[in-house]
Each structure stands twice: as structure tokens, then as C-alpha cells.
């Protein structure tokens, strides 16, 4: 099946700065791309779904200034969350769809915000 | 999007089988049920898909009735590695995927 690679696998960031995380394709091209958030023993949240070429379509409640997202090709989607604060906290995944196969999701991001 | 409802918690011991049932009253015609596995600190990781009737793959069973308002995973001879949590999801498959919008799960735990 498809692969897609999410890094980084876990940050420490301070409070106040910027974190980048990276999904890639790596054998397929993902036009579409969704990101998820979960929080310790809750189910995943859809924040957001990217396209590429075109704006990203936030779920209602989700911030689309502070969290930032990219697909500006067909194999690389990136979420920026911005002015990080602890409650941000949390592990982030993102999806691309795959023929027959549901999606297929990244391995997670861990992020701690101190 | 057709709401999914599944039991919170199931417990088993290792080298039975399990069955884990999955509610979709309101599933449209286009829909998929789609079942994932996840790790603690893993992403979701892809089960079977089905669109009616029996789907078998290595590693799992989906039966799905005719009037496709539930489903159910069946594991076969469950290992202490399978401890994990399932989510059925159901949505229009269509050309590749679709917009996935995650229940709330059901954590298995296979004892010794």
C-alpha cells in the first residue's frame, strides 16, 4: 500500500514559536490531504483538509491563522502551527486518501509546547 | 457524513476470536465502511473496507447485512499485540478516499 511520511515524529517547542510539520506522499500523489489532531485517550479530530493548488478547508472551530496549512504539491502537504501555545499540545496526524483503501495516515507528530 | 456507534471498551484473551460491531443507521448508498487500528502514539493504520455482503482479508473479516445499517470486524484468534483501538468509519469511498470523520472507537484489551 501507499506510504505517507510525517515528520517530525515528536517537537519540544517553547511557548510562542512556530512548528512545522511535513506529510509526504512517497509513491503516490495526494491530492487531497487532512489533518488530525487527538488528545491523550480521545478519538481524532478532522482540523482541516488540504488541496493542493488551492486554500485549505478548516473544520468549524479551527483557527485557519494559527494553524497553517500548505499543499503546494501533489506530494507534500505541511501544518504550521503558529504562536504555539501549551494547550496546543498535542499529537497531530494527517491522511491522504488512497483507491480502495480508505486513507492512509502519517505516523503522528507529538507536540509539547512548554 | 453517516454517524458510527460502537461499543466504548471490549475485553478478550489471547487466541479468541473477536467480534467488534459497528452501527450506521443513516449509511448513504455511495458509502464505504471502512475499519482502522491504532496504536498509542501511532497513526491509524488501514484494516479492510467493504461495501456489502463478507470482505476477508489476512488479517481480519468484515461482514456487512443487507441492509448495510451495521458492521462487523472479526478477528481471528486474537493476540496480545492486537490490543489497540478500532474505529469503524463509513463515507463515500468514491475515486480514492474520503473525508474521515473518526467516532469515538472501541478499545480492545486481549489478556494472557
Same mark, same amino acid.
Given at each position: 500500500g501507499a506510504v505517507v511520511s510525517q515528520h517530525p515524529s515528536r517537537v519540544i517547542c517553547k511557548s510562542g514559536t512556530s512548528v512545522k510539520i511535513e506529510c509526504r506522499s512517497l509513491d503516490f500523489q495526494a491530492t487531497t490531504m487532512f489533518w488530525y489532531r487527538q488528545f491523550p485517550k480521545q478519538s481524532l479530530m478532522l482540523m482541516a483538509t488540504s488541496n493542493e493548488g488551492s486554500k485549505a478547508t478548516y473544520e468549524q472551530g479551527v483557527e485557519k491563522d494559527k494553524f497553517l496549512i500548505n499543499?503546494?504539491?501533489?506530494?507534500l502537504s505541511t501544518l504550521t502551527v503558529t504562536s504555539a501555545h501549551p494547550e496546543d499540545s498535542s499529537f497531530y496526524i494527517c491522511s491522504a486518501p488512497e483507491t480502495g483503501f480508505g486513507n492512509t495516515f502519517g505516523s503522528g507528530t507529538r507536540l509539547t509546547v512548554v | 457524513l453517516a454517524k458510527t456507534t460502537q461499543p466504548i471498551s471490549m475485553d478478550s484473551y489471547e487466541g479468541q476470536e473477536v467480534n467488534i460491531t459497528c452501527s450506521h %443507521? %443513516?449509511?448513504?448508498?455511495n458509502d464505504y465502511i471502512t475499519w482502522y487500528q491504532q496504536f498509542p502514539s501511532q497513526g491509524p493504520r488501514f484494516i479492510i473496507q467493504g461495501y456489502k455482503t463478507k470482505v476477508t482479508n489476512e488479517v481480519a473479516s468484515l461482514f456487512i447485512p443487507a441492509d448495510r445499517k451495521s458492521s462487523t470486524l472479526s478477528l481471528p484468534r486474537v493476540s496480545l499485540s492486537d490490543t489497540a483501538v478500532y474505529y469503524c468509519l463509513v463515507g463515500d469511498a468514491g475515486g480514492g478516499g474520503f473525508k474521515t470523520i473518526f467516532g469515538a472507537g472501541t478499545r480492545l484489551f486481549v489478556k494472557a
Open positions: 499543499h503546494a504539491s501533489l506530494t | %443507521n %443513516n449509511i448513504a448508498t
